[in-house]
């Protein structure tokens, strides 16, 4: 595989033809500068942007980020509700979406004719569905929960299905490429020794594409936790000086909390504002990580 | 069982429709009040002023603004570092630099947002290039927005250009092409509807992107001729809109959906013009 790759294979073509120095020419030179400089600038920018971060938010980066409450006073302020009400809201995003998300690309990816005008409508649908800017999907929460008479709108389950909605194009997207990995062979072998179509899809296709649906939805999910724009919408910068303890319970969100912290006046907000920001950075990668480790250790080359 | 994942599958166009729903319904009601032509045309948006007027032009060219500087610094960059990684780097080095590619794109965009206001503002722009914009800008929100939206650009296209058959590559070479020329002249026309799709969701991302400049690009709705201004962009302004405790059916709420309604409909066009791009530039082999 690694034997394929173009620059390799441009190198032994280049070498066969025995000629070096045409690779030497000023305007290739420059060329090559271009796109390391290229490089440069993104990378650049992720080393200034966590360093600058952890400079003003290292400070403050102590067990009182993670056990007090939001407070006028940055001294004494934390993050605790914002921590809490991530986690309620991510595990209900994951609970709502997870489930529909693999049944959808199941059906689409197993049993649907694709040749079929709405099936190809779905995926249309789905592929311009991944591409709606996510505060729209706040106004669908809102519109969604006005449609079914619920007036408090700060509520865990309005943010998790807000969430929810989004990533389900992205869940879906994952899992069909992860079922389409999964060699015929195996399939047929299956239904071969008798077993029907749902027993097949559901111990044998399922189970072999389970670390490239784990990877997906583990990527999707660290998008939900890092997303504040819809949760905006549902009145989550709110001041919460309680644990969220339900679904119906108000909350806010870490992204949200540093939103809030950003646009206060005083310094010591701002510093609250990078610490909670270290915090969230350094738990996007830890998930991020894990999902890298998955894929490299347990996806199968069939 | 198969009932409940066709369901599943049928919930998606279900979302479409809610979309459609939730955001039509107020913005008939906001357009009932005030004429489309008015809303489209008028060059103040004041909605919450005694005597408020509706042009969302304001909105619209701090949105242009931003997306444009976000896109010129990410199509550039980003395509410079897919060709680099599709066409220079080896196999090892390509296994590095791709993941802190990806490590970018995972950075929150509330993130962005902070570092655009207390380190891209006051320090790169006014400090180290000297160039005069105040605690907000146009201009701040839109290069970092750029950055954020380079590994959009780079991994799509990068994709793209992997996907071009080697056989092109030697062939190029064998004619006398050197690497670059293989680059320019060969692998990047053979894989232009790729790179056009990668631009495009590169445009929408921008577009859509609200935090970054609900924190560093600031909220005075005003006509931006000039990116060192301030600006409300159309994502902006919904999100600090949303702060507010506006009643439901009242027509500030309704304000808020029709900017939506304009935002859901702009995006679209500009996904629909990007299926009809690959489709005219797709080559098979």
Known sequence: ?302 | MRLLLRLAAWLSILITVGIVISLLSPALQFFAEVSVVEFLTGTRWAPQFADPTFGVLPLVTATAWTTAIALAVAVPFGLGAAVYLAEYARPRARKILKPILELLAGVPTVVFGFFALSFVAPTVLREWLSVEVGTFSILAAGLVMGVMIIPTVASLSEDAMSAVPSALRQGSAALGANRMQTSLRVVFPAALSGIVAAVVLGISRAIGETMIVAIAAGARPQMVTDPTMEGATMTGFIARMALGDARVGSLEYNTLFAVGLLLFVLTLVVNAISIQLVRRFRQEY
Not at chain 1, 136 to 147: E, N, S
Request: charge should be positive.
């Open chain 1, 1 to 302: 595989m690694a034997l394929h790759t173009p620059a390799v294979a441009t190198r032994q073509a280049r070498l066969a033809t025995g000629k070096r120095s045409k690779e030497r020419t000023p305007t290739s030179i420059l060329f090559l500068a271009l796109l390391w400089f290229s490089l440069f600038v993104a990378f650049a920018t992720l080393v200034a942007l966590i360093v600058t971060t952890i400079a003003q938010g290292a400070d403050r980066l102590d067990a009182r980020l993670l056990t007090e409450y939001p407070s006028s006073r940055p001294e004494e302020a934390g993050a605790r509700p914002a921590i809490l009400g991530s986690l309620w809201v991510i595990g209900t995003t994951a609970v709502l979406a997870i489930p529909l998300g693999v049944a959808a690309a199941v059906h689409l990816e197993e049993f649907a004719d694709r040749r079929h005008w709405f099936n190809r409508f779905i995926e249309l649908n789905i592929q311009n569905l991944s591409a709606i800017p996510s505060i729209i999907y706040g106004m669908l929460a809102i519109g969604t929960l006005a449609l079914i008479g619920v007036g408090n709108k700060n509520i865990v389950i309005g943010g998790a299905l807000a969430l929810a909605l989004l990533i389900l194009p992205v869940i879906i997207i994952s899992t069909r490429e992860a079922l389409r990995a999964v060699p015929r062979e195996l399939r047929h072998g299956s239904l071969a020794l008798g077993a029907t179509e749902v027993q097949t899809t559901w111990r044998i296709t399922l189970p072999s594409a389970v670390p490239g649906i784990a990877t997906g939805t583990i990527l999707a999910l660290s998008r939900a936790l890092g997303e504040a724009a819809p949760l905006l919408l549902l009145g989550a910068l709110v001041f919460i000086s309680f644990d969220p303890n339900g679904l119906l319970s108000g909350f806010t969100t870490m992204p949200i909390q540093i939103y809030g912290w950003t646009s206060a006046p005083q310094a010591g907000f701002h510093e609250l504002a990078a610490a909670t920001s270290i915090l969230l950075v350094g738990i996007l990668l830890v998930m991020n990580a894990l999902a890298i480790v998955i894929r490299n250790r347990y996806q199968r080359r069939w």
